[in-house]
């Protein structure tokens, strides 16, 4: 099983961008997935949460200007973004509990990021 993040690139800053982050393999569930970002230099920093029971959470930094949410029919994690600012400027990396058919137990897996860059 492995997540695959994409949707980023280059954006001016007041515009939007919208992340997706696909589970494939033989999936049997998918718990908590997040959104995380690191940007040169700085440590990796939690940005949004959704629960599988669609609660989430966000990052004071990016409260009112990003959505997470989650397709589990798709296996897909969605980070809406918008109003960016070139503070955003990481490479953003999903991550989530999932567990196979295989094997039911969850193993927590990181996606391989995506560049977002913002310019002033």
């Known amino acids: 099983v492995q997540l695959q993040a994409f949707g980023g690139g280059l954006v001016q800053a007041g515009g939007s961008l919208r992340l997706s982050c696909v589970a494939s393999?033989?999936?049997?569930?998918?718990?908590?997935m997040h959104w995380y970002r690191q940007a040169p230099g700085k440590q990796r920093e939690l940005v949004a949460s959704?629960?599988?029971?669609?609660?989430?959470s966000y990052a004071d930094s990016v409260k009112g200007r990003f959505t997470i949410s989650r397709d589990d029919a798709k296996s897909t994690l969605y980070l809406q973004m918008s109003s960016l600012i070139p503070e955003d400027t990481a490479v953003y990396y999903c991550?989530?509990?999932?567990?196979?058919?295989?094997?039911?137990?969850?193993?927590?897996?990181w996606g391989q990021g995506t560049q977002v860059t913002v310019s002033s």
């Open positions: 393999g033989r999936i049997f569930g998918i718990k908590n």
């Open positions: 959704i629960t599988d029971s669609g609660s989430t």
């Open positions: 991550n989530g509990d999932l567990s196979t058919y295989n094997s039911r137990a969850y193993v927590n897996t």
